[in-house]
């Protein structure tokens, strides 16, 4: 058996070795990110968590947000493109972390919009004037009021609602969840209860892209 014969069996084993350890990593890998997929799903979703899109789409995006964050600005509008390339077969639903200094009061206003059916309008208001009344990180909750007239909100009603206890355990059982899922910083997403690898709008994309493929 020539030199070259035998160096030629040995690549040919190399190879199959590495293709091998690459199937079962990759088989751990992705048995791993079920796992975690698994232990999210309870403190994942809340019956009052507000939603976007068809009840029974297959990819579901779980957004920890605070109104406060500019980069939660940021990423709405590329949300809403991920959802309009895919119709029917994304669900958004938010979930409430206001981090900031001074965006709890804020948070409250948004549930208590959500009570008469107006919470993403009130959203998308806040987002829209959020360099007015959040600059710098800077969160003024007394200047939202200046901001949310026209969309057709009972502001006394509203008010009223932001101060019953309900609203407050609503931000509560919300910042336990982030606190159980480890959320540390806004906007955190999840998608059918995988976490993003790291953070950016391609790897938001990325995960988005797995799901749907997998899903449909």
């Known amino acids: 058996m020539n030199q070259k014969y035998i160096f030629g069996i040995a690549a040919a084993l190399m190879v199959?070795?590495?293709a091998t350890a690459?199937?079962?990593?990759?088989?751990?890998?992705?048995?791993?990110r079920d796992e975690v997929a698994e232990q999210n799903r309870s403190a994942l979703v809340r019956v009052h968590s507000p939603s976007l899109g068809e009840a029974d789409a297959r990819v579901h995006i779980v957004e920890f947000l605070d109104p406060a964050c500019e980069t939660c600005r940021d990423f709405y509008p590329y949300v809403k493109q991920l959802m309009a390339a895919a119709p029917g077969q994304i669900r958004v639903s938010v979930r409430y972390a206001p981090f900031h200094d001074g965006s709890e009061q804020v948070v409250k206003l948004l549930a208590a919009a959500k009570l008469q059916g107006k919470f993403w309008e009130t959203l998308e208001a806040l987002f829209a004037a959020q360099p007015n009344w959040a600059s710098h990180h800077d969160p003024q909750p007394d200047m939202v009021w200046n901001f949310i007239n026209g969309i057709g909100l009972d502001i006394a009603k509203l008010k009223t609602d932001m101060a019953d206890p309900a609203i407050d355990a609503i931000v509560r059982q919300d910042l336990a969840d982030a606190r159980a899922l480890n959320v540390t910083k806004t906007p955190e997403f999840f998608v059918n209860g995988r976490p993003m690898p790291s953070f950016g709008y391609e790897q938001l994309k990325q995960l988005v892209a797995e799901e749907l493929k997998s899903q449909y």
Do not use: I
């Not at 690459?22 to 791993?32: C, F, I, R």
């Open 16 to 18: 199959g070795v590495f």
């Open 22 to 32: 690459t199937l079962v990593h990759d088989s751990e890998k992705s048995a791993q």
